[in-house]
């Protein structure tokens, strides 16, 4: 920096001096001096294409992604041949969630230069978020042949390894990752959680799992007592022990133990930022002031089970309702969420911003509808920015987070002992605990999806492939023995890796007990809302998930008027199915274990008559449920109580 100064003092118009300082000050993490210094060399030399690169990835480090990608435009004009140019355009397209966009960018960038890593490796980013597996693995595979020892590479591969239900591949990549580069922390982090199975192939995994994350995780904390990350925050969230949750075990232990180490490591962060903590404050505001924060402000599982009926309801006269949307994405409920907003803001930005924002704006309680899907809603909510914190159960699992005080839940969900399952003060909201708003029921005529002539009952299972325990496999064989003839039909998550490994898994246990597998296992590629509404209205029975029971799925085969059976879970996540039916009155169609479970389904599956009255309940039944205030009216108290 000294020298760049001394430079510019002895020729004040040398373009290629402001342009170096610039990157010298962006190292320094000086970046709006970094940003004046880059366009200083701009206005100097408007052709001057490796300034205005920097200055794109500048903007994109930033996160002021439209600007950069205007910046690489700019430096492509410039210089037509540079890989580097459209690769880095494509990374900021991705995180910009243009993600076809950023397909055909990289392609530009390996017409240019086929042998480029980084332009593979991204490639494989905009793959993945595509939910293209197998051909995202193949690009980084392609970035590796052209860089061994390509860490990042190596760290996308792996954690497309764990996507894929390869955990053990995962460990061991990521532990490469490490060979290579010692000081990849993330990859520290991602190695511990890893260890957590996406799709188990034996009940027996879950208790050896469950042991080697445990003991990696210590490890790792006391790795980095001794050798304190530059920068705390990149290990926390870009990975999460999102499939311990799939387990049926009590995760507190488990997941307190990441939670306080994320915790450590953002406070870490949060005071090298000069991000001053929020102490508690005495309220003389006429309203209490609520931030919302979540990247699912959108048309999401968790934004219209949760967020949305709360957004919407909460009494604008005492409560300031404040939206924190932490992701790109935009659609009509993105549009709706702002119009009901006091004040709404959107990213991408850097988790130094949002943190600065939501400071700035001194919320008196804070809400995370989820945690545990998205890294920098984790990141956030492992600091204290605001007096009191909630979390939800968008992800149905405690957060382990010490900075995190309540845990908004359902009297419909929760099991008598749930205050012992949470790292947070359990607050039951009564009946479901939310506000639900049905979707539209679209498709005017149910959708033929037996295959053959004499299928039997069709049975729909529509969980995502990690839902299905191993140990509950059994129950299949045994209801497709009971019933002779009945079809399941699976719906294809992603680009079907998952899927497939599910539905071989499954055809392992009908070999073994002697059944032909393809009479009875279906998988059926991914249904728009439309063709999933007619697919429920054409079947005769929706088999709901056991141990991780489905919300949003079991309320819209409800609304279809297609009888339900499930199993009341130990947790609240396996018990939302039997809450709602509860609720309506229809406790006969849920079991109290396994067994019960398949004799329920077989009893059902068979009697058309049984499940006609089943049908003429639901329609009795289901529209007093609807958009129930009760909730709001509970949440409402809480929340002035706390506030």
């Known amino acids: ?39 200083q060399a701009i206005r100097m030399e408007p052709r001057f294409a490796d300034a205005c690169f920097n200055r794109g990835n500048l903007f ?26 459209y690769t880095n355009r494509a990374q900021a397209l991705v995180e910009a969630n243009r993600l076809e966009d950023a397909l055909a960018c990289t392609a530009r960038a390996i017409a240019v230069e086929p042998t480029s890593a980084d332009a593979w490796f991204v490639r ?60 990849f922390d993330a990859s520290r982090m991602a190695a511990a959680i890893a260890e957590i199975p996406a799709l188990r192939s034996t009940a027996g995994e879950a208790a050896d799992s469950r042991d080697s994350f445990g003991r990696a995780l210590a490890e790792l904390e006391g790795y980095l007592d001794s050798n304190p990350p530059v920068n705390a925050a990149v290990l926390v969230g870009p990975l999460q022990p999102f499939y311990l949750a799939y387990q049926a075990h009590d995760n507190r232990d488990l997941l307190a133990s990441h939670g306080r180490l994320c915790a450590k490591l953002m406070a870490q962060w949060q005071r090298d930022a000069a991000l001053t903590p929020i102490a508690s404050r005495t309220r003389t505001r006429s309203k209490v002031r609520i931030g919302f924060v979540s990247a699912q402000i959108a048309n999401h599982s968790v934004y219209n089970a949760i967020t949305r009926g709360w957004i919407e309801h909460l009494d604008r006269d005492r409560f300031g309702k404040e939206v924190f949307h932490l992701s790109s994405k935009v659609d009509a409920q993105t549009v709706a969420a702002r119009a009901l907003a006091d004040y709404f803001e959107q990213g991408p930005h850097t988790v130094r911003d949002w943190a600065a924002a939501i400071i700035e704006r001194q919320p008196d309680i804070l809400i995370y509808p989820e945690v545990g899907m998205d890294q920098t809603t984790l990141q956030l909510a492992s600091m204290r920015l605001a007096p009191v914190q909630l979390v939800s159960w968008g992800h149905p699992a405690t957060s382990g ?108 246990v009908f070999s073994a007990s002697e059944l032909d597998g393809g009479e009875y296992l279906f998988l059926r590629p991914w249904a728009s809302s439309q063709e999933f509404h007619e697919i429920l209205r054409s079947a005769d ?94 949440l409402q108290e809480f929340l002035l109580s706390v506030g």
């Open 60 to 85: 994109a480090a930033m996160k002021r992604l439209d600007e950069a990608i205007g910046s690489f435009d700019l430096a492509i004009e410039l210089k037509p041949g540079s890989s580097a140019a």
């Open 1 to 39: 920096m000294q020298s760049f100064d001394a430079a510019i003092d002895i020729a004040p118009g040398d373009a290629e001096s402001y342009n170096n300082r610039g990157l010298a000050l962006a190292q320094l993490n000086r970046l709006e001096e970094a940003l004046a210094s880059f366009n």
């Open 401 to 508: 987070l010490p900075s995190l005080d309540y845990f908004l839940s359902a009297e419909a969900f929760e099991p008598p002992d749930a205050e012992f399952h949470y790292s947070e003060q359990l607050v039951r909201l009564p009946k479901l605990g939310v506000y639900h708003d049905p979707p539209e029921i679209v498709g005017e005529r149910p959708r033929r999806i037996a295959a053959g002539r004499e299928t039997g009952p069709v049975l729909i299972c529509a969980g995502t492939p990690f839902k299905y325990a191993p140990e509950h496999d059994q129950n299949f064989v045994e209801i497709a023995r009971r019933l002779g003839r009945c079809q399941f039909h699976f719906f294809q998550y992603l680009d079907g890796v998952l899927s497939r490994r599910l539905i071989e898994r499954l055809h392992g």
């Open 541 to 634: 029975l929706f088999l709901d998930t056991i141990d991780f029971s489905g919300f949003n799925t079991v309320m819209q085969a409800l609304e279809c008027g297609l009888p339900v059976v499930t199993c009341r879970g130990r947790f609240m996540r396996g018990r939302f199915g039997s809450g709602i039916l509860d609720l309506l009155g229809l406790s006969d169609l849920v079991a109290s274990n396994p067994q019960s479970y398949v004799d329920n389904v077989v009893s059902l599956a068979g009697n058309a008559a049984a499940r006609a009255r089943i049908q003429d309940r639901l329609r009795a039944q289901l529209p007093p449920a609807r958009r129930d205030e009760s909730a709001i009216g509970a």
């Open 124 to 183: 494989g980013q905009a793959l993945k978020e595509l939910g293209s597996y197998e051909e995202a693995l193949e690009s980084c595979d392609k970035a590796i042949s052209f860089r061994p020892d390509y860490a990042a590479g190596h760290y996308a591969r792996a954690n497309l390894l764990l996507s894929m239900g390869n955990h053990r591949g995962a460990v061991e990549g990521f532990r490469e990752v490490l060979r290579i580069d010692p000081r």
